[in-house]
């Protein structure tokens, strides 16, 4: 079964620390895996997306790593900000059928405190 | 430029009653995608539109259906509402480029309540 598998469900850290949030998934055959950041109550936004080739990839604070032999992803946050807290969504699309075969992990949920 | 576009922001519905969800792209995206947000779930693949049809859906039953405009824009319309229909509904577009390796978007989407 085509699972992402995300932890933890949430964390607390303060602001300025770092932090490393997980994603195992079990899609197969894999095409991408993207990371999203989803504030409350907003639309989730694209923080980077990997293909197979890829095994790391870095947006600003953000840098995600992804080993498709353990089917692993990792995201780094460094030098956390408040703006940082929100819920971080692993997504993995699998290249069978063509776009729109995306699973979602449930999402782990940052709160940056001062 | 405009971003992903979703109305209404809130919608409150009845049991039975249908409900209706308007979507509409960036510029020069082709292809639009529904998601469902259930509280405490992940984000459930809903249906996906390109240049006018419906490419792919998701697990949902056929009360859920929709449809893309001329102009890419769309509607997501669900009829027989049901309690647990009661959700977050995302609208996503992106360029269509085969094998979903292209970004999408998302809008700020439609919070929907059944009561």
């Known amino acids: 079964k085509n699972q992402v598998e995300q932890s933890p469900q949430s964390l607390i850290i303060l602001e300025g620390k770092n932090c490393t949030l997980q994603?195992?998934?079990?899609?197969?055959?894999?095409?991408?895996l993207r990371w999203y950041k989803q504030d409350t109550g907003r639309g989730p936004v694209s923080l980077t997306i990997m293909t197979f080739s890829e095994n790391t990839k870095s947006n600003g604070r953000y840098t995600a790593t992804l080993d498709a032999d353990t089917k692993q992803s990792s995201l780094h946050i460094t030098a956390s900000q408040l703006s940082d807290s929100a819920s971080y969504i692993c997504v993995v699309s699998a290249v069978w059928g063509s776009q729109g075969n995306l699973i979602f992990g449930k999402g782990t949920k940052l709160s940056v405190k001062p | 430029e405009a971003g992903v576009t979703q109305s209404p922001t809130h919608l409150i519905k009845t049991r039975g009653q249908q409900a209706t969800l308007r979507c509409s792209p960036i510029?020069?995206?082709?292809?639009v995608y529904w998601y469902q947000q259930a509280l405490g779930l992940g984000l459930q693949f809903l249906l996906w539109y390109d240049e006018g049809e419906e490419r792919n859906r998701g697990n949902f039953p056929p009360r859920f259906s929709g449809r893309q405009f001329p102009n890419y824009s769309s509607e997501l319309n669900v009829n027989a509402l049901e309690l647990e229909d009661s959700a977050l509904y995302l609208c996503?577009?992106?360029?269509?480029?085969?094998?979903?390796?292209?970004?999408?978007?998302f809008g700020p989407g439609t919070r929907l309540t059944v009561l």
């Open positions: 510029s020069g995206h082709t292809s």
């Open positions: 996503a577009s992106s360029f269509g480029k085969a094998g979903g390796s292209d970004t999408q978007y």
């Open positions: 994603c195992n998934y079990t899609v197969s055959p894999f095409s991408n």
